[in-house]
């Protein structure tokens, strides 16, 4: 059987071919948030550009837990492009995917679609993948792979932003003017790699903030552009307050100020909109 060879890049985890469904007509995407795409190729495995070549309906007995309205099919699909994997992938792949019925009833037709698949390998069972989610085949579009590639070029980056846990602890230092102040807000994250956000005030402008990725707080960087990985890493898993636990070594006053700076920052990287159930 044809298997795709690994070619290391982009830390070891992408592989990148020429592109068969570019011919296909631009979609918008408009059902899908950057935050809905980035939860989904983040955390699968496998991510790949396929045909669908045979979709066989399961009758009931064999598609237990699948939701009304809905019908599970046995997919066999010929790989177009790895896009995302750490080992060897069969051309043809199989597995499961629940459809809903359309307005009236009706069954989807699958064959002949191209679809982006979000995955895992099962242990044993060469080409055979499991979707990370129930809505983990994603029909193509020119616009939704554009979006996925970047997603995981930024994730693959050396100086890529941790995964935000949480805030660790942040302090706060009055200047010596009035209205003058800095404080500094670290982030923990699931790997330790190091986030922290800086916020300034002076007397009579505007406050701003910044975002460091590494140890040096002053090299940091403008606060990031929506739709970017850092935006995503901040805006959808920072909390909404700053925790009592990081302020614990602060005067009221002090308090007061890292509140006010970091609902500044919360509020400024605005919602983080997701669609999927």
Avoid: K
Avoid at 13 to 31: I, M, R
Avoid at 99 to 104: C, E, F, N, S, V
């Amino acid at each position: 059987m044809r298997r795709f060879a690994l070619s290391i890049a982009l830390a070891g985890s992408l592989f990148v071919t020429a592109n068969s469904a570019e011919s296909q007509a631009l979609e918008p995407d408009t059902d899908l948030t950057y935050a809905d795409l980035a939860d989904l190729a983040l955390n699968a495995p496998v991510v790949a550009l396929a045909e669908v070549d045979r979709a066989t309906r399961l009758d009931e007995e064999r598609a237990v837990g699948v939701a009304p309205n809905h019908v599970r099919y046995y997919v066999e699909a010929e790989l177009r492009t790895l896009i995302r994997s750490q080992s060897a992938i069969p051309a043809r792949v199989s597995y499961l995917v629940d459809m809903p019925l359309d307005a009236i009833g009706r069954r989807p037709r699958l064959r002949d679609r191209q679809v982006i698949l979000l995955a895992g390998t099962v242990p044993g069972r060469g080409g055979e993948l499991q979707l990370i989610a129930g809505d983990a085949q994603l029909d193509w579009s020119a616009r939704r792979e554009e979006q996925i590639r970047a997603i995981l070029n930024e994730a693959a980056s050396a100086d890529a932003p941790g995964i935000v846990t949480g805030v660790g602890s942040a302090f706060s230092v009055p200047g010596t003017l009035p209205g003058e102040s800095e404080t500094q807000i670290f982030l923990a994250t699931s790997d330790g790699r190091p986030v922290s956000i800086s916020v300034l005030r002076r007397p009579n402008q505007r406050p701003r903030w910044m975002v460091s990725l590494s140890e040096i707080v002053e090299s940091s960087v403008p606060p990031p552009q929506p739709n970017t990985l850092l935006w995503y890493r901040l805006a959808c898993f920072l909390p909404d307050r700053l925790p009592d636990s990081a302020m614990e070594s602060m005067d009221s006053r002090q308090i007061a100020t890292a509140r006010a700076d970091f609902r500044m920052v919360v509020e400024e990287l605005g919602t983080c909109p997701r669609t999927r159930s």
